[in-house]
């Protein structure tokens, strides 16, 4: 089942720009993960925000959670060359599984 | 580093092939999943393993079946490969929420 879901589903910008996605799910959570894929590769954990925490930092990444509105952001600031790649919001469903929603491909123009 | 491996990165089998996908991982992680990925559907859940010899259906098992004799070990079994089954696969092991995935395999059903 999918249950989050990437806006926007593909984001091109500037290098040095800041990068924004979206990700909104539909029932409640006991946490949110943000994953990162490049292309042809498996994907990579860059954080997880709990239901209880409104805003986490990782070095140039801010995730955002808004449980009442059921959505999260991700930015990424001062973007770099390296930083094009598909990113991926997961949500807990039950004690091993998550759920994926289809993902941002987000592109970093030289 | 957790490191996850899969026992390749391309493969093409022919339709009514039996393919075993291979996934091992060096962390003694008790949690192993294995998805396939899609254009625009993100990654569906196919079977995950919370022990040795245990094993859950994920959202879409039919056509596959999987195998946890060890703990390091969880393979993934195309019965009867079909053009359908054309897909990138995913391994990942779990240590609470966070995942750790292999580099993907990307299986072609001629």
């Known amino acids: 089942s999918q249950q989050g879901e990437e806006d926007p589903q593909a984001l091109s910008i500037q290098e040095g720009e800041n990068a924004t996605m979206n990700c909104s799910y539909k029932?409640?959570?006991?946490?949110l993960q943000w994953y990162r894929q490049n292309s042809g590769r498996g994907l990579v954990h860059l954080i997880l925000?709990?239901?209880n925490e409104r805003e986490k930092h990782s070095g140039r990444l801010r995730v955002t959670l808004d449980t009442s509105k059921k959505s999260s952001s991700l930015l990424i600031t001062a973007s770099r060359a390296a930083d094009t790649a598909s990113y991926f919001c997961?949500?807990?469903?039950?004690?091993?599984?998550?759920?994926w929603g289809a993902g941002t491909k987000l592109i970093i123009k030289p | 580093d957790v490191k996850v491996t899969q026992s390749s990165r391309y493969l093409v089998k022919r339709t009514g092939e039996k393919v075993f996908l291979e996934c091992v991982q060096d962390?003694?992680?008790?949690?192993m999943f294995w998805y396939r990925q899609d254009p625009g559907l993100g990654l569906r859940l196919i079977y995950f393993?919370?022990?040795?010899?245990?094993?859950e259906k994920g959202d879409i098992p039919e056509g596959y079946s999987v195998s946890r004799e060890k703990k390091e070990r969880f393979s993934l079994i195309l019965e009867s490969a079909s053009t359908n089954q054309t897909s990138m696969y995913l391994c990942?092991?779990?240590?609470?929420?966070?995942?750790?995935f292999g580099p993907g395999t990307r299986l072609t059903v001629l």
């Open positions: 962390m003694d992680h008790e949690n």
């Open positions: 925000i709990r239901s």
């Open positions: 997961a949500t807990d469903d039950s004690n091993y599984q998550l759920i």
């Open positions: 393993s919370y022990d040795v010899k245990m094993k």
């Open positions: 990942a092991s779990s240590l609470g929420q966070k995942q750790f």
């Open positions: 029932t409640s959570i006991n946490n």
